[in-house]
C-alpha cells in the first residue's frame, strides 16, 4: 500500500518542523512549504529517513504564494491525508506607535488568517469530495486573550480557533477532522522573528518543547479529537481564562508580560 501523504506548513523550523518529523516517523509522505532557507535541510534530512519529500519554497501571505503550493500538491495526483496549517508569524511592539510598518502587521494577518482560509479551501474540498481526510490548524493557547503589543498575532490565533471549530461541526459526519492545536509558550524562532526577546513571554524559561507539542498534536490528529491543549497542564489556565473572564480584563494581565522591555523589569 502507498503511504499516507501529509501537507505541512511553516514546516522548516519550530513546531512545523518537528510535526513534519512525527509525521515521517509514523510512516507519512509528506510536501513540506516554507519561505526560508531552512527548509532545504529539513527536507534532505528527512528524505533520509526513507520517507518522499518535497519542498515548496512558497511565500503564504501571498495568494501566488497559496495557489503555487497547492498546484503542486495537486500535481503529485495523490490524495492529502493529513493538512497541516501551521504557517504563522507575529510582530511585537505597540500596534498604533510602533516603528513597525504596516506591511509587516498586515502580513501576520496575510499569513496567518487569508493565506490559512486560502489553502484550506483549495485542498480541504478534495478530502470532502473522496470521504476522508485530516485537518490540522495551530492555533495558540493565547487565542482567547486580546495582545496588547502583539495586537494582531493574538487576535489571529482567536480568528484560527474560531475557523477550526465552525468548519469541523460543518463537516462532521463526511469522514473529515478538524483538529485545533493550541500549543503554549514554546521554545522556537518565533520570539527572536517576532521582535519580542526583550519581553517578559520571549525571556522566560518556561517554554514547551516543540518535540512534544508535535508528538501531542500528531496523537490528537489521528485520533480525530477536536482540539489539544499541548504541554504543561498549566497551558489550560491561559485557555480557561480565556473563555471565563472579560476582554478587558484579560488585555491588562497580559500587558505586563508583552511590553516591549519587560523582560528587564524588576518583578
Same mark, same amino acid.
Given at each position: 500500500?502507498?503511504?499516507?501523504?501529509?501537507?505541512?506548513?511553516?514546516?522548516?523550523?519550530?513546531i512545523?518542523?518537528?510535526? #513534519?518529523?512525527?509525521?515521517? *516517523?509514523? $510512516?507519512?509522505?509528506?510536501? @513540506? /512549504?516554507?519561505?526560508d532557507? %531552512? =527548509? !532545504?535541510?529539513?527536507?534532505?534530512?528527512?528524505e533520509?529517513?526513507?520517507?518522499?519529500?518535497?519542498?515548496? #519554497?512558497?511565500?503564504?501571505? *501571498?495568494? $501566488?504564494?497559496?495557489?503555487? @503550493? /497547492?498546484?503542486?500538491?495537486? %500535481? =503529485? !495526483?495523490?490524495p492529502v491525508?493529513?493538512?497541516?496549517?501551521?504557517?504563522?508569524?507575529g510582530?511585537?511592539?505597540?500596534?498604533?506607535?510602533?516603528?513597525?510598518?504596516l506591511?509587516?502587521? @498586515?502580513?501576520?494577518?496575510?499569513?496567518?488568517?487569508?493565506?490559512?482560509?486560502?489553502?484550506?479551501k483549495?485542498?480541504?474540498?478534495?478530502?470532502?469530495?473522496?470521504?476522508?481526510?485530516?485537518?490540522?490548524?495551530?492555533?495558540?493557547?493565547?487565542?482567547?486573550?486580546p495582545?496588547?503589543?502583539?495586537?494582531?498575532y493574538?487576535?489571529?490565533?482567536?480568528?484560527?480557533?474560531?475557523?477550526?471549530?465552525?468548519?469541523?461541526?460543518?463537516?462532521r459526519?463526511?469522514?473529515?477532522?478538524?483538529?485545533?492545536?493550541?500549543?503554549?509558550?514554546?521554545?522556537?524562532?518565533?520570539?527572536?522573528?517576532?521582535?519580542?526577546?526583550?519581553?517578559?513571554?520571549?525571556?522566560?524559561?518556561?517554554?514547551?518543547?516543540?518535540?512534544?507539542?508535535?508528538?501531542?498534536?500528531y496523537?490528537?490528529?489521528?485520533?480525530?479529537?477536536?482540539?489539544?491543549?499541548?504541554?504543561?497542564?498549566?497551558n489550560?489556565?491561559?485557555?480557561?481564562?480565556?473563555?471565563?473572564?472579560?476582554?478587558?480584563?484579560?488585555?491588562?494581565?497580559?500587558?505586563?508580560?508583552?511590553?516591549?522591555?519587560?523582560?528587564h523589569?524588576?518583578?
Amino acid at each position: 500500500m502507498a503511504a499516507q501523504l501529509a501537507v505541512i506548513t511553516g514546516a522548516s523550523t519550530g513546531i512545523g518542523r518537528k510535526l #513534519a518529523e512525527e509525521f515521517a *516517523r509514523n $510512516g507519512f509522505d509528506l510536501v @513540506l /512549504a516554507a519561505d526560508d532557507d %531552512a =527548509l !532545504d535541510a529539513t527536507v534532505a534530512e528527512l528524505e533520509s529517513s526513507g520517507r518522499k519529500v518535497w519542498g515548496v #519554497a512558497s511565500d503564504l501571505s *501571498r495568494y $501566488g504564494g497559496v495557489v503555487e @503550493l /497547492a498546484d503542486r500538491v495537486e %500535481a =503529485l !495526483d495523490r490524495p492529502v491525508d493529513v493538512l497541516v496549517l501551521n504557517a504563522g508569524t507575529g510582530v511585537g511592539g505597540p500596534f498604533a506607535t510602533s516603528t513597525e510598518s504596516l506591511d509587516e502587521q @498586515l502580513r501576520v494577518v496575510n499569513l496567518n488568517v487569508v493565506g490559512t482560509v486560502h489553502l484550506a479551501k483549495r485542498l480541504v474540498p478534495a478530502m470532502v469530495e473522496r470521504g476522508g481526510g485530516r485537518l490540522v490548524v495551530v492555533s495558540s493557547t493565547v487565542a482567547g486573550l486580546p495582545g496588547p503589543y502583539q495586537a494582531t498575532y493574538n487576535a489571529s490565533k482567536a480568528f484560527l480557533s474560531s475557523f477550526a471549530a465552525a468548519l469541523g461541526e460543518e463537516l462532521r459526519g463526511k469522514g473529515v477532522t478538524v483538529t485545533t492545536v493550541l500549543p503554549g509558550v514554546t521554545d522556537t524562532e518565533f520570539f527572536a522573528r517576532s521582535g519580542m526577546l526583550r519581553t517578559k513571554i520571549g525571556a522566560t524559561s518556561f517554554k514547551d518543547d516543540p518535540a512534544r507539542v508535535a508528538r501531542e498534536a500528531y496523537r490528537a490528529t489521528m485520533a480525530g479529537r477536536a482540539h489539544v491543549v499541548t504541554g504543561p497542564f498549566y497551558n489550560w489556565a491561559f485557555v480557561l481564562a480565556g473563555r471565563l473572564l472579560p476582554d478587558r480584563l484579560l488585555a491588562r494581565i497580559h500587558r505586563p508580560f508583552s511590553k516591549p522591555g519587560s523582560a528587564h523589569v524588576a518583578g
